[in-house]
């Protein structure tokens, strides 16, 4: 009985043993699964903060993308093994080839030209701080553009992670303002000098006394004032294209009757047309010819038109005006029509152009090249016209301008 007393007595002990331990491996089993649950929580947590950041990052390249893709300059970005990494849309313009192409591949395979792609991978060796500046000329469809190429450093060299930034900037805008410029310059001074050395030549044959009687001294002083006047001239209309296309010329608009203007350029101008046996009709239809205009610079304009009307036409010839009202532009038309030596087509695109006169005719009358233009500019600039020429060379000239009434509107047509 003692024996079996004490055996059940062990083995209830190790049961009560057996079952502390399965408690004890429970709880050691739960705190487990709550720490598995707290590390897969924070996990969890970690996944989505670095699914945002990715997130934002992906939105913050797209946005630097379309950044750089309103560039004008083109922008290539190769990294240390010489591979394109990204290039913006002028690049790729400029190297013809797609943007979504240039990725991961050599720069050898985007760039046609040995001279970049030697700068480029001589780069990869160091540039300094302020960077590399040369000019790389492409020739596409035997067109040749120049490039300014500037190239900076990304990276550290130190850990050879270095990455290329090429900018092609196109120069060819540049250089054609920089030398109509110079081409402006040489043709005042040139346009200036000439009036300038007849005057100084006449005021040096008077001071050294060569006008032998009254009426050579008067000769002196007549072409000295005629000369005076053309510098006059030239340097006002200098000045009045320059103001208007700086946007400083101060129009005065009312409402005129144009058909006054235009009678009394004709009646200024009759003497000079009588001189050479011409003939000048005002046609002016019977409409009201009012409109909203700087009188003072559409009386110029008509004036400037005629004048040319009667120097380049022969003598016995037939100088015509009209003016009418368009309706359906709601501007005035306004036309001169010579019987004079007519111009080129190659002449016509540029008659408009500072400076330029018709080598053939400069024997035919004087002028300074800047009367058309100026006209050009305020017909188109500051009265919202057009300004236009029909001619057939030896038959004549139509010259043609618009304005509209109200100061504003719909380009009328020719």
């Not at 009012?290 to 004036?303: E, F, N, P, R, T």
């Amino acid at each position: 009985m003692i024996i079996i007393a004490a055996t059940a007595i062990v083995c209830a002990v190790v049961g009560w043993c057996n079952a502390m331990t399965w408690k004890k491996r429970e709880g050691l089993a739960v705190d487990s699964l709550k720490i598995v649950q707290a590390g897969s929580d924070k996990i969890s947590d970690e996944v989505e903060s670095i699914r945002i950041h990715c997130c934002i990052e992906r939105a913050q390249l797209q946005q630097l993308t379309e950044v750089l893709n309103v560039f004008r300059d083109g922008v290539i970005v190769v990294n240390t093994h010489g591979e394109v990494m990204y290039a913006n849309k002028s690049a790729s313009s400029v190297l013809n080839v797609s943007s979504d192409e240039v990725s991961g591949r050599p720069i050898s395979e985007i760039v046609h030209g040995d001279e970049l792609v030697s700068k480029v991978i001589a780069a990869q060796g160091g540039i300094p701080d302020e960077g590399t500046v040369f000019e790389y000329e492409i020739t596409s469809d035997s067109q040749s553009t120049i490039f300014e190429v500037r190239m900076h450093t990304v990276g550290n060299f130190a850990d050879q992670t270095p990455t290329i930034v090429v900018q092609l900037r196109d120069m060819t805008h540049d250089r054609e303002i920089s030398q109509l410029k110079s081409d402006f310059v040489s043709k005042a001074s040139h346009e200036l000098r000439t009036p300038i050395c007849s005057i100084a030549a006449y005021i040096e044959m008077l001071i050294d006394g060569d006008a032998e009687d009254d009426e050579a001294i008067q000769e002196y002083y007549s072409v000295i004032s005629k000369e005076t006047g053309r510098l006059q001239k030239m340097i006002d209309n200098l000045l009045d294209i320059s103001r208007i296309e700086a946007g400083l010329m101060n129009i005065d608009r009312k409402y005129l009757d144009v058909g006054e203007l235009v009678n009394r350029a004709v009646s200024n101008l009759n003497p000079q047309a009588q001189l050479k046996d011409t003939s000048i009709h005002v046609q002016l239809a019977e409409v009201n010819l009012s409109a909203l205009v700087d009188g003072d610079m559409l009386y110029q304009v008509i004036v400037n038109l005629l004048s040319n009307a009667i120097k380049y036409t022969p003598n016995g010839g037939r100088i015509t005006i009209d003016v009418d009202s368009d309706n359906l532009t709601k501007s005035l038309h306004f036309s001169i029509t010579d019987t004079g030596l007519g111009i080129s087509p190659d002449d016509i695109e540029k008659v408009f152009d500072k400076f330029y006169r018709i080598e053939n005719y400069q024997h035919n009358a004087q002028g300074t090249g800047l009367g058309l233009n100026l006209c050009s500019h305020i017909i188109e600039s500051l009265h919202n016209g057009q300004l236009g020429l029909e001619s057939t060379l030896g038959k004549g000239s139509r010259f043609w301008f618009t304005v509209p009434i109200e100061g504003c509107g719909a380009k009328a047509a020719a």
